[in-house]
């Protein structure tokens, strides 16, 4: 029986430790594809090694003692991580920004800090099967069915693995403490093996209580680099969730290392970011004002800033918000002071919501799902666009965020913007300043930047969106048919999103080796903690 057992619970915390390292990279590498293959093909090299392993030391030691050793030791490396985890990723990092090309920082820190952390315990759990299989079956007759069992066992385990953190533990108790449950559980399992055994083994127990106390007591640490200014910090069953506040504003990041998601001016004053700038969509329809009557939908509320510029320009309008992420909604009504009457929020996939009997006809829709190199595919294609386009009303206007400038328009950018264009027939874009973004307004109205010109003349000079206005007037121009186009068959996003954020990364990177040119270590630490 504690064979099985062992198998269970060893199969079950590779699959959960697999998962937590995916959050424990993420605030400083993203979750994107490419990352999650880093992690996925990491830690399967490290459990191949550790099978060869374990069957060569069980031939030569013959001692299961042995095994549920190795199981203890990776039992404290994984609780180890929560303690030690940021720290190396910080070492990590500060080694690669003198070493490595921008270019390839996301690969390399993501891969290095898999390896480094991960491969020894998964290695270790690697061992487990070989070592059961070899040295635990004493009936030869009936070696088939007990190896088949041992390794069902360790599947069933992965399986359930596969599902208690990604539903229960990480948005329940974080990232952490899923680390610590899974270490308790490894602890309990190797207690078990020295019971049945009638053996005295105080190390397990004296680990197990220490792994438990750990798991019950009410801590809260920083998860990812040290800042004195986090007012929230926690995970969902999407994203990684930080909120920070200085004196006058409120920010929303879900990838520390490189920008935020959203800001809030505390004094409801512009932020400068691209929510803002499209705000002037209203003005590309025939007629416009502030007093228009507006139906409007986001897909991809944050925490709300859009909809509440919306509603505090265009007090006429009304706002439907599609968010997919519960508790970044909840954080919108908490730390972002987003009211009802500002949005009507669903909780929903953007994409699915559109199939819904909630989805009406608007205005104006807003597709904001796209941020760092995480582009959800299937909101990027031609299919996803032709579905937009049935909810707009005639004369209706899309607007499409971009992030991910990196100083051209390519890669992502310019695949979105020649797969909106297959489905509208006008489709202007606006370059911001300043931050990574572009902004497309895109309709079947003609003549749009004529309509535009004329209904931003009635917007005067101390309005708070006048030189808004007249940026997007000035920077405006037109996206023309570049055969570009993402289809739900074929839309390599992830591919196409490294390349533009490498030089984004590259770039960053230069500000940082400058300013660590001559240091130390300590020093290098310091500089990222702040």
């Known amino acids: 029986m504690i064979l099985y057992v062992t198998s269970f619970f060893s199969g079950m915390t590779v699959m959960a430790v697999e998962l937590a390292c995916s959050r424990l990279l993420a605030p400083y590498f993203s979750s994107s594809q490419i990352v999650w ?12 090694i550790g099978n060869m392993l374990g069957g060569r030391l ?57 390896l480094i952390i991960f491969a020894i315990p998964m290695a270790l759990l690697g061992m487990v099967s070989p070592y059961l299989v070899r040295l635990g079956i004493d009936d030869m007759e009936n070696s088939g069915k007990i190896a088949g069992k041992i390794y069902a066992m360790g599947t069933i ?20 403490k899923t680390f610590f449950l899974f270490a308790f559980l490894l602890n309990v399992v190797c207690a078990l093996y020295f019971i ?9 127990v004296v680990t197990s209580i220490l792994f438990l106390a750990f ?92 909809s509440k510029q919306l509603k505090k320009y265009f007090p006429n309008s009304s706002c439907d918000s599609v968010e997919i992420d519960e508790k970044i909604a909840w954080l919108a009504g908490k730390y972002f002071n987003l009211r009802e009457d500002e949005a009507t929020v669903y909780i929903n ?36 666009f032709q579905s937009v386009k049935k909810h707009l009303k005639p004369g209706g206007i899309l607007i499409v965020n971009i992030n991910m400038r990196s100083g051209d ?14 489905c509208f027939s006008n489709v202007y874009r606006v370059d911001l300043t300043n931050v990574t973004n572009s902004v497309l307004f895109a309709s079947d109205i003609p003549y749009m930047p004529g309509n535009y010109a004329k209904n931003t003349m009635a917007i005067p000079e101390g309005h708070d969106l006048y030189f808004i206005s007249q940026y997007v007037g ?43 040119k001559g240091k130390g270590i300590k020093d290098i630490l310091e500089m990222l903690s702040r």
């Open 37 to 48: 293959t880093i992690i996925i093909g990491l830690i399967m090299i490290s459990m191949s």
């Open 58 to 114: 069980a031939d030569k030691h013959k001692s299961l003692g042995r095994l549920y050793f190795y199981i203890w030791i990776a039992s404290l490396w994984i609780a180890a991580i929560p303690f030690v985890g940021k720290y190396l990723i910080a070492g990590i990092i500060g080694l690669l920004l003198l070493f490595v090309p921008g270019g390839q920082f996301v690969v390399a820190g993501s891969a290095l800090s898999c």
């Open 157 to 176: 385990g992965s399986i359930i693995g596969t599902f208690i953190p990604t539903f229960i533990t990480i948005p329940l108790i974080g990232t952490g």
């Open 196 to 204: 049945f055994r009638k053996k005295r083994n105080i190390k397990n």
């Open 215 to 306: 798991l019950l007591m009410p801590f809260q640490d920083s998860f990812a680099f040290w800042k004195s200014n986090i007012i929230y910090e926690g995970e969902s069953l999407y994203n990684y969730l930080q909120v920070t506040e200085t004196e006058d504003s409120v920010i929303l990041s879900t990838n520390v290392a490189f920008g935020v998601q959203s800001i809030y001016k505390k004094d409801g004053s512009l932020s400068g970011y691209y929510y803002e700038y499209a705000l002037m969509a209203p003005f590309f329809m025939d007629e416009a004002s502030f007093d228009k009557d507006l139906n409007v939908l986001v897909l991809g509320l944050g925490t709300g800033t859009y």
């Open 349 to 384: 996939d953007g994409r699915s919501f559109l199939d819904t009997g909630n989805a009406g006809m608007y205005d104006i829709i807003l597709a904001d799902a796209y941020q760092d190199i995480t582009v959800p595919f299937h909101m990027s294609t031609v299919e996803f």
């Open 409 to 422: 328009f390519e890669g992502v950018p310019e695949y979105l913007a020649g797969t909106v264009k297959k």
């Open 474 to 516: 000035d920077n405006m121009s037109e996206v023309e048919d570049s055969g570009l186009v993402l289809t739900d068959d074929l839309a390599p996003v992830e591919v196409l999103g490294q390349k533009s954020l490498n030089k984004i990364v590259e770039q960053e990177l230069e500000y940082y080796r400058s300013s660590i």
